[in-house]
């Protein structure tokens, strides 16, 4: 009776649904899936008509989806204008701003793009798996015509700034869309390229504010970059362990004895870049703040090191935005810097 019973509510949509067991073969289709941790069941999900969630829930998967907490990456345009003494001339404000708002767009549209050619991987990952694309909230098509149109718009903001804006945003979406396709699927070149992008970035600021970029400035940022980078794919292998293959290909070529040997060279060649910059700087009279400035610098670096060995480094925006120390020491490095930039030091 209680069998009978049980199978007349399922049918009815009322009862228990049956479990699903993590690691089945029985493929769902991705817009019955709910999104996890808001507790729909798959019945209740398959009740939602074209792309499983309701226009709300869809915008703000889409939102979610665009990471914005990801834009914090393109305050890097601010680098080169900061370094120059420029960043509050009102004559190229304007640029950088549109520069920001550029590089904004595209990155979001590419987020969205690769996702999508990314959700079956991206199911296998305990973190990524709850990514709206991933989850069902937002259709793969949705999310594909999304991707285009934020990358068109940024593109159009960049020639409103400048032609160089424009190129160096072009190669921003270039290199994004070419990592997703093709550069991701090859070791050393797919951290290659997106250090790369963390440079088009900063290069963008400084065309957008009309100012010479110094090759220090340059290796630096490159070396600088390279090591983020590392420490992510670092933190990713130590999170994954022995799946690390299944959702990254190029995870499995990766030691983790490989990996912090490219960001503990990394991280030294940019120590000593930054170091040799600032001593340059030394035939300055006056306090010598750039040379000061190594210490915060150091110290920085020391502390992400110290992060990305705990392999806590898989997402570089929370770690500088959730690490108190980390904000504090970088605080006292803008400030000596920037006494140094614009009191002459």
Not at 8 to 29: D, N, Y
Not at 245 to 272: C, I, K, N, Q
Not at 312 to 337: H, K, N, S, T
Request: contains cysteine; neutral net charge; aromatic residues 8%.
């Amino acid at each position: 009776m209680r069998e009978d019973s049980e199978v007349g509510l399922r049918r009815t949509g009322l009862g228990p649904e049956p479990a699903l067991v993590e690691g089945s073969t029985a493929t769902v289709a991705p817009e019955t899936v709910a999104a996890p941790g808001h507790g729909r069941s798959p019945a209740r999900g398959a009740e939602r008509p074209e792309g499983g969630a309701s226009p709300g829930r869809l915008a703000f998967g889409l939102l979610r989806a665009a990471r914005p907490k990801q834009w914090f990456k393109n305050v890097l345009v601010l680098a080169a204008p900061g370094a120059a003494g420029v960043l509050f001339d009102p004559s190229r404000v304007g640029g950088v701003a549109l520069a920001f708002v550029a590089l904004c767009l595209v990155a979001s549209g590419t987020y969205l793009l690769n996702d999508a050619a990314d959700v079956e991987s991206d199911r296998l990952h305990p973190r990524k798996r709850r990514r709206p694309i991933a989850a069902g909230v937002v259709p793969v098509p949705v999310a594909v015509v999304a991707g285009v149109v934020a990358v068109v718009g940024g593109l159009l903001i960049a020639y409103a700034a400048a032609w160089l804006v424009l190129v160096a945003v072009a190669v921003y979406a270039l290199l994004s869309m070419s990592y997703t396709v093709w550069l991701k699927h090859v070791a050393v070149v797919d951290i290659a390229t997106i250090a790369s992008l963390f440079v088009v970035r900063a290069v963008a600021g400084g065309v957008a504010a009309d100012v010479a970029i110094s090759r220090w400035f340059l290796i630096v940022a490159s070396f600088g970059s390279l090591f983020v980078v590392a420490g992510k794919r670092y933190s990713e292998s130590h999170d994954l362990g022995e799946a690390r293959g299944e959702v990254r290909a190029t995870l499995a070529a990766y030691s983790p004895d490989f990996l912090r040997h490219v960001w503990t060279a990394a991280s030294a060649v940019t120590l000593m870049a930054y170091c040799l910059w600032a001593f340059e700087q030394s035939a300055r009279e006056g306090v010598p703040y750039f040379e000061l400035s190594i210490v915060p610098f150091l110290l920085f670096v020391l502390r992400y090191a110290l992060i990305v060995d705990a392999g806590r480094a898989g997402a570089p925006e929370d770690v500088v935005l959730g690490d108190r120390a980390l904000q504090v020491i970088g605080a006292a490095w803008v400030v000596v810097f920037g006494l140094g930039v614009y009191l002459g030091g």
